[in-house]
């Protein structure tokens, strides 16, 4: 079985009841709800990852991060008929919208990458959908 280590940042966005989420295209969490976020490029600084991918999957560029904790999960997939092991490490952030007016601006449609749109959800929403274990860690695992 094939077992690969991933290193990233994901950042619990609020507006107001609501919670920003992102529809995941591929990957182990194909189909799942997670935060914004993903990988580190080569030498960067894990904030500045977080911002880029803030960006890239939601169109948000004013936005105010706080490292909250570091969590990690073992998560078991098939890939190209394959079973792997994920060994998923998340550094994991509050994210604050600096300005109510970009909330309403959010990118909706898939970025051709991880994300098949972002969308906003009340709480009573994020309870049904399957979400990725970062993701159900912040939303409901307040520290």
Known sequence: MN????LGVYGLIRWGDKILLIHKARGAYKGHW??????L????????????????????????VTIRTAESTVVHWVYQGMPEELYHIGILYDVQLKSDKQASE???????EDSLGAAWFAMEQVQQLSLTPFASHMIFERS
């Open 3 to 6: 077992q690969h280590t991933h």
């Open 34 to 39: 997670d935060l914004p976020g993903g990988r």
């Open 41 to 64: 490029e080569f030498g960067e600084q894990p904030e500045t990852a977080l911002h880029r991918e803030i960006e890239e999957e939601t169109g948000l560029t004013d936005v105010q």
């Open 106 to 112: 959010i990118r909706k449609e898939p970025d051709g």
